[in-house]
């Protein structure tokens, strides 16, 4: 882990730019959980911007899905590799992702295999969606899917809870509370990702019925919860959850999403409860 003062500060910002959900409860956690969450983020982000690209073609995403996933298994990190796979998309590439070995530098020695196994476990799956087009059948697929770009969040978090404090979580409610945050941007992004030939609903599943997997997964989430006693911890689990939830809720209600003084209030509403 490096102690560069500049490279954690460009951490937050970069953190900023790229999450409106995790931004927030991450400041509120104790530095060393804020550094660590903050660069675990950071990491999937690298990834993911790669599975989201609008420019690159399919099989190209692949292709560099699998190349990270196997330098992520490698320690140390090779650098230099990773520059070189990415050289050739480099000017249409997001900083996140451009700077993965910085955002694993800023991350503690102790944790920063558990991060990087999380990650490359991350990108092989983003990998073998991107070649199946995000074609989702079944509650089966959908449950897959949303593991691999959500529920190992919770995986890579519980570890983290358990590595800093030895708060112990259950690994099924945490996977159940990324796909209950996932569900949630689905039914936000549906018509848009409708419009670039993408359908995350199963077939025969109505829009009340991705409103019912959201909902199951997000009561998950309260039961994750349950088991954590560290305050901070606590915050930072339940800030994306109430946002997530009063989401839900304005959609039903015909919104296209909740306002930005409405997520302010909910988050003074938690800190200060």
Not at 60 to 77: A, C, G, M, V
Not at 80 to 108: G, I, M, N
Not at 164 to 171: E, G, L, V, W
Request: charged share 30%; net charge negative.
């Amino acid at each position: 882990m490096r102690t560069d003062a500049k490279l954690q500060k460009d951490a937050m910002r970069v953190l900023k730019q790229t999450s409106r959900t995790f931004y927030i409860p991450i400041t509120l956690l104790k530095p060393t959980l804020k550094k660590t969450v903050g660069s675990a983020y950071l990491c999937m982000r690298a990834v993911d911007e790669i599975e989201d690209h609008e420019q690159l073609e399919s099989e190209t995403k692949q292709y560099l899905l699998r190349s990270i996933s196997k330098l992520l298994k490698e320690d140390p990190f090779d650098e230099s590799a990773y520059s070189k796979l990415l050289a050739p998309h480099q000017s249409f590439l997001p900083e996140v992702t451009t700077r993965l070995a910085d955002w694993l530098d800023v991350c503690p020695d102790e944790i920063v295999l558990k991060v990087k196994e999380s990650t490359s476990i991350m990108a092989a799956g983003m990998a073998d969606w991107t070649e199946k087009n995000w074609i989702i059948k079944t509650k089966e697929d959908l449950d897959d899917y949303t593991y691999y770009v959500a529920g190992l969040v919770g995986v890579m978090l519980s570890d983290i809870w358990e590595w800093y404090d030895n708060t112990k979580t259950d690994y099924d409610l945490a996977i159940g509370y990324g796909r209950g945050l996932q569900a949630v941007n689905m039914l936000r992004n549906q018509e848009e990702d409708a419009e670039r030939g993408v359908q995350f609903i199963p077939d025969g599943w109505t829009r009340a019925d991705m409103f019912a997997y959201a909902k199951s997964n997000l009561r998950q989430a309260e039961a994750y919860i349950k088991d954590v006693r560290t305050r901070h911890i606590l915050l930072f689990c339940k800030i994306p959850l109430a946002l997530a939830n009063k989401t839900l809720k304005a959609l039903e209600d015909g919104q296209e999403k909740i306002t930005r003084s409405e997520v302010e209030s909910t988050v003074d509403e938690i800190i200060n409860k």
